[in-house]
């Protein structure tokens, strides 16, 4: 069985970008019931926007509604709910029982029990797979033997995260957030305080003044064959947060090894580790899939994502009489420098940067101004979507 | 309102008694993760007859995660107590409801999931489960709080309203691991420590924090003490938690005694500068600068 691939989007230009490099259905939050309210673009408008731009590619939207509400938060939900069942959305996912059962008295829609349920077993998914919930998100706890046990015991859909950062607790039972900087945690005001830095004591004697409890982010490309042959339904991909480079350049790899893998034409593992290393990235490792727990799993002194590629701009257009392109620049990039080109459906490339002219038809030496469009030369063609990642050397 | 203690040993019960207890939270050496006086279910058992006979209740604390792997051993553990009348199993994961509704107990649980229970309109989802009933999150208001006071629900609510409070429940073991990579290996014996953590913005403020082979829980770094509010909440809790991790034997007899007694001025005056009134007039913000 093929496997969904889940992308995270922020906004409406990582929608069309998860969409249009692999992920068969992506996963966004509203301003209102999202964990991710805090940074959220997405007004039920663009929400709507979402929903056609991937229907029309045949693929999903789903949007998150997973807070732990207060009763304040639930004024708005009945509206919420009918608003995102009247402008089609594929799937809500959702951690609270109340949201869960209004849900299901007021629409049709499908129902995804989040990850913030923190479900460890298959008699969890048999139940709320019996109360109504299609899929469950399990638990990032679990390792891949545990999920297949799980798989074998219920009827639920399974959704397992792949890859990406992750709560170093079990999600919905931090609050680390709530004590340190009056910001919920469980309603999308999570401040990370689990990636600060602290100072250790042990019976009030200072033994360490670097302590961290940040966990690696998780890379779980060589247990993918495998939960593909357990039967899990969606492999997700955490990180609404981050940039359209990162989320084009791991669903991409994702993509590819899937579906590589589906065809017999499994390439060594190195080819999509390395490509998931051109976005800007964290150190990563297999979180619990392996084995559980262990120190080789957390995170010290690192303070700054590392990647080998930067990402420096976006094609608008491109004109095929005069081979140049129209670009929306992101990063800085020079005359003489190596750019690869990274599209969704073909091989990369590489191209030299000959010229560059501001839309003005200015001759500049350098791009140095994010989000300002340029123009340059590229005897490649290019399209609307491909991205540009300056080769460091 | 039934003032719910944790028990240090069976010599104790007594004393507890005199001092105001009604109900004694045992912890399990299976089940409970960061057990301060972990007993077999052998000792449960004896326990719980001698607490019985003593005209007291005994719960439980089954505060893990089931795995898959737990099913069938967590399922043999509360037949074994169900026969032995232990009147409640306060549990930490939803699915032990699911299990307990399996073997016909579910009548026996406290849903008690920590940050979870924020809102009074899944009284009647719990209602329906048949659960006895569910502790508040410590994470809302006293406004909060008192809307499920007006619930119709007859459900029964309880509140850990004393003593250090979990704010952190993580499977990685965060000491161990740190230790490993720093080589600190001098500083081992982790159990038998008490550690604590202090963020270099907030220097005033030491957050313990305990691993065992469950994982690593944090605590808040105040105690809570509940003596402002609890005259307005005892008509509507049924049962009222006090924390006894971290805390002295002496403290936590006086902490008894407090609420038993309704008399909180000796407390307040040997112990009130470590504690505080933690979000029962605090509210949290969704979005930086809401508050």
Redesign the interface.
Known sequence: MKPELLAPAGDLEKVKIALLYGADAVYIGGKTFSLRARASKFGVNDIFEAVNFAHKLKKKIYVTCNIVPHSEDLKELDDYLLDLERINVDAIIVSNPYVLKRAQELTDLEIHVSTQQSVTNSIECEYWFSNGAKRIVLARELTVEEIASIKEKTNAELEVFIHGGMCVSYSGRCTLSNVMSLRDANRGGCAHSCRWEYELLKNQELIASDFQMASKDLAAIEFVPRLIDIGVDSLKIEGRMKSIHYIATIVHAYRRLIDDYLKDSLQPMEIYENEIKKAEHRPTGSGFLKSGSSSEQQLYKVHQEEHVKEFCGIVISYDHLHKKALIEQRNFFTINDTIEIFSPDRETMQIKIGSIQSENKEELDAARHPLQKIIIDSDIPLKPYDLLRRVIE | MKIVVTLKNIEEIPELIHLGADVFLLESNTYTRAAKYPFSLEEIIDIAKTIHKKKKKTYILLNT???????EGIRSFLSALDKSKVEAFVCY???LI??AKELNMEQKIIYQ????N?????MA??KDLGIKGITIS???TFA?IC?FFQENEKLELSLSGHGYQE????????????M???K?HE?GVIPD????????M?PD???P?FEDGF??Q?Y??KKLASFDFIEWMEPYIQDFFIERRFISDQEYYASIKAYALKDYVPFTKEYGSEYDTG?FM???????G??
């Open positions: 995660f089931i795995h898959e792997q737990d099913i994961d939803f699915s699911i299990i999931p920590g940050t979870m924020t809102h009074p309109k899944d989802i719990f410590r994470e809302i909060e809307e704010m952190f429940y993580s499977k990685r073991k965060l000491l161990e691991s740190f490993l990579s720093q600190k500083f420590a008490f550690f604590q953590i202090r963020e270099k907030r403020s030491y957050f924090i994982g690593t944090i808040r770094g979000f605090q509210k949290t913000e969704k979005i930086k809401d508050l």
